[in-house]
């Protein structure tokens, strides 16, 4: 079922590309589409601490690094949820976090879609040279196709 989801992916870039004239779309590098306004909190820091990097609406996901490894990302509903449960001095181990897939900034769109499609709830964290550098979502990548289409 996997397989045959996957697939319909790939077609449907085929077919937005085809319509467009630009074959190409499907090979677009992410780094062209990534939000690269990226700030992230340490495994050990307080929840408080990653709640400041939602001030102001700029951030949405805020990647989890540990060891200089994306570990999780966390959106402000689960920083939320973190210090209703355990106050905002617990770790932010105390939230709960959405699973991460590592992509390089070379990856094309198709791949990452791929990668997304079958981790819905997962985030791309866009890493180079060991540098967490960018992140994106499912839903930020189809919007991206669907404007690209219009």
Not at 58 to 70: D, E
Not at 73 to 82: L, M
Not at 104 to 128: K, N
Request: charge should be negative.
């Amino acid at each position: 079922m996997l397989v045959a989801a996957i697939g319909s992916v790939r077609r449907a870039l085929g077919r937005i590309a085809f319509r467009l004239g630009a074959p190409a779309l499907a090979s677009v590098p992410i780094s062209a589409v990534m939000l690269s306004r990226l700030q992230t909190v340490g495994a050990q820091q307080s929840l408080e601490d990653a709640a400041s990097l939602f001030i102001g609406g700029r951030n949405h996901n805020v990647p989890v690094i540990s060891n200089g490894t994306p570990i999780g990302v966390v959106t402000r509903d689960d920083v939320a949820y973190g210090i209703e449960k355990s106050g905002p001095t617990a770790c932010i181990a105390e939230a709960p976090r959405h699973d991460v897939v590592t992509v390089s900034p070379s990856d094309t769109l198709a791949d990452v879609l791929e990668r997304l499609y079958a981790m819905p709830d997962a985030v791309a964290v866009v890493v180079d040279r060991g540098t967490p550098v960018g992140v994106l979502t499912y839903e930020h990548l189809m919007a991206y196709v669907e404007r690209s289409a219009a």
